[in-house]
């Protein structure tokens, strides 16, 4: 069972994502995910549920709470009653926010010795499960909002130590504009003024670079009475003196392998369609953009394809970018383009599709680095998305860029999607469920022994099906 904060929260079952009941339910099950693996007291629990004003019997309404989020998590050992209170059983690998927090350290820990490359990879994957703001349908119950702070305050620092993996990497003019953009949400952070001074005089824009510093200076003056610190007053000193100390490192060798984010879990029997897509990359390498629609059931390895063909594209110098649709449909406009463009910059929100649609392939087109942007669930996209989906689509041909879109083959889906699944100038591959052959070599693989046949006969060849029997 897979659970997640960081963004609306979700939950994800053997057959997919549960229902989750109220607005109550799904706090009480955040605050334990909060807490996850620890006992909470039943007092504590009515305290923040309920703030300055409990029902008359709170004891037994905690209690129906807990009963209805018993069986909506089907399984009686995931949330338990010990003495005094409860406790919401998960494990490390399920939770976006433990998977989060460990890949943070572990890149904060790189970072510190100097190893630039590893620490943005590890960076990386733990900002990659973000999908938005944490806990964002909570947003209103009063113990969110200094859990959100919380959890804000720790993405903002991964992303600033992902910044420093960046400049160290000699990546400044890519970093520029993400800097830029932050640095309007977090006005008041010193560390991303000066990693923004850095890039821009590394880009050989020097009166740039002094401006962002008086910038800092007239926004902490006004707004907190103070002057910069001595980190950015010393950086200042540094551009206006041209240390050497300032110059960017050497680049890497030009036939240098950089390494990729090694996929997780086990890929079998999508051969043909990783040939295929792995062509797409290198026609992106060549300036040839294309774009292909993944289709097939849930399950059935759309996602972990796609991840599979963005390790083998990072391993090639190729930049991804990841944008996932919010399958409630309560997410703001072109949610997943938000997300996939958020390193190159912030979509405009001005309701101009043109002008939007020239934006965002200017991006594309602005990239150091050929790209691989990959679009997932956009049978759950807004019609914006898919209007820009298909927009862009039109351009590829002259943009370095591959362009994934996965999608759940279902009765219903959007008009755009399905006049783009239909279109005869895009690629359309279809997952089918792994045949007897590939399950028995998918249990070979975890180190499970069992009856591959009964297993395909269990499951339907489903990926994820059998993940669940087998883990």
């Known amino acids: 069972m897979e659970f997640r904060i960081l963004g609306p929260l979700e939950v994800e079952g053997a057959a997919g994502q549960l229902s989750l009941g109220g607005r109550k339910q799904r706090a009480l099950l955040a605050l334990l995910l909060l807490r996850a693996n620890q006992v909470v007291s039943a007092d504590r629990l009515i305290d923040l549920l309920w703030a300055e004003e409990p029902p008359a019997d709170a004891a037994k309404a905690l209690q129906v709470h807990v009963s209805r989020l018993r069986r909506t998590l089907e399984s009686e050992h995931v949330l338990q009653t010990r003495p005094g209170g409860y406790l919401l059983s998960v494990e490390p690998g399920r939770f976006d926010l433990a998977r989060f927090e460990e890949r943070a350290s572990a890149g904060a820990r790189l970072l510190a010795a100097g190893d630039a490359d590893p620490a943005r990879e590890a960076l990386a994957e733990g900002l990659a499960l973000w999908r938005g703001p944490p806990l964002a349908d909570l947003s209103r119950e009063p113990f969110a909002q200094p859990e959100i702070a919380r959890l804000e305050e720790m993405?903002?620092?991964?992303?600033?130590?992902?910044?420093?993996?960046?400049?160290?990497?000699?990546?400044?003019?890519?970093?520029?504009?993400?800097?830029?953009?932050?640095?309007?949400?977090?006005?008041?952070?010193?560390?991303?003024?000066?990693?923004?001074?850095?890039?821009?005089?590394?880009?050989?824009?020097?009166?740039?670079?002094?401006?962002?510093?008086?910038?800092?200076?007239?926004?902490l003056v006004d707004e907190l009475g103070i002057e910069p610190g001595k980190r950015l007053q010393e950086l200042e000193q540094a551009i206006l003196r041209q240390d050497p100390a300032l110059e960017p490192p050497e680049p890497p060798p030009r036939d240098a392998t950089r390494p990729g984010r090694r996929a997780a879990g086990v890929f079998v029997g999508r051969q043909h369609e990783l040939e295929e897509l792995t062509a797409g990359v290198d026609d992106a390498l060549a300036g040839r953009g294309r774009l292909f629609l993944v289709g097939g059931e849930s399950g059935v390895g759309k996602t972990r394809l796609?991840?599979?063909?963005?390790?083998?594209?990072?391993?090639?110098?190729?930049?991804?970018?990841?944008?996932?649709?919010?399958?409630?449909?309560?997410?703001?406009?072109?949610?997943?383009?938000?997300?996939?463009?958020?390193?190159?910059?912030?979509?405009?929100?001005?309701?101009?599709?043109?002008?939007?649609?020239?934006?965002?392939?200017?991006?594309?087109?602005?990239?150091?680095?050929?790209?691989?942007?990959?679009?997932?669930?956009?049978?759950?996209?807004?019609?914006?998305s898919l209007d820009l989906l298909g927009d862009v689509a039109g351009e590829l041909a002259e943009l370095p860029v591959l362009l994934v879109a996965t999608y759940v083959e279902q009765p219903g889906l959007p008009p755009a999607l399905a006049a783009l699944a239909h279109h005869a100038a895009h690629h359309r591959l279809r997952l089918r469920p792994l045949g007897v052959d590939e399950v028995a070599e998918f249990l070979e693989r975890v180190g499970t022994a069992g009856d591959a046949a009964a297993m395909h006969a269990d499951t339907g060849g489903n990926p994820r099906l059998i993940w669940q029997r087998v883990r």
């Open 155 to 219: 993405r903002v620092v991964a992303l600033e130590n992902r910044i420093d993996a960046d400049l160290m990497l000699g990546s400044h003019a890519a970093v520029v504009g993400e800097i830029e953009s932050l640095i309007r949400r977090e006005p008041l952070r010193e560390r991303l003024r000066a990693q923004l001074m850095l890039a821009l005089y590394r880009c050989g824009r020097q009166a740039e670079a002094l401006e962002a510093y008086r910038a800092a200076r007239r926004t």
């Open 306 to 384: 796609a991840d599979e063909v963005a390790s083998r594209a990072k391993d090639l110098g190729v930049r991804v970018l990841w944008g996932r649709c919010w399958k409630d449909g309560d997410a703001p406009a072109y949610w997943p383009w938000r997300q996939a463009l958020r390193s190159l910059g912030e979509l405009p929100e001005a309701d101009d599709r043109f002008g939007r649609f020239d934006y965002v392939v200017a991006l594309l087109r602005r990239s150091e680095e050929p790209v691989l942007l990959v679009l997932d669930d956009v049978h759950a996209a807004d019609e914006g």
